[in-house]
């Protein structure tokens, strides 16, 4: 079985940072595409980051300039680094495996999910 945990989430004032960090078992990540996706109560899932299995990336929008995706594949696991955090960040973050690599953040094609970890942005 694939087994995502996520962790580092908490609460943070506005322009601040975290680093959020997502520990795979099961597979290694040279071979999945892996995104972050946040949702915030009563919103959508929305995807936010994903970095292929060449190590490109791609940011949504809203977190273009501040957040970074990244992955030690080695130790199997996944960050995303947030800086300069606005309380519009507020929200439960996801990591998610696409094992065939299809791009994109069509929540149909991310086969795996962690549990989630809570980020609050607020002064």
């Known amino acids: 079985q694939v087994q995502l945990v996520e962790s580092g989430g908490g609460s943070v004032q506005p322009g601040g940072s975290l680093r959020l960090s997502c520990v795979a078992s099961g597979y290694t990540y040279t071979s999945y595409c892996m995104a972050w996706f946040r949702q915030a109560p009563g919103k959508d899932r929305d995807g936010v980051a994903l970095?292929?299995?060449?190590?490109?990336?791609s940011y949504t929008d809203a977190v273009k300039g501040r957040f970074t995706i990244s992955k030690d594949s080695a130790k199997n696991t996944l960050y995303l680094h947030m800086n300069s955090l606005k309380p519009e960040d507020t929200a439960t973050y996801y990591c998610?495996?696409?094992?065939?690599?299809?791009?994109?953040?069509?929540?149909?094609?991310?086969?795996?999910w962690g549990q989630g970890t809570q980020v609050t942005v607020s002064s």
């Open positions: 998610a495996a696409d094992t065939s690599c299809t791009g994109g953040y069509l929540l149909g094609d991310y086969f795996y």
């Open positions: 970095i292929n299995d060449d190590g490109s990336t």
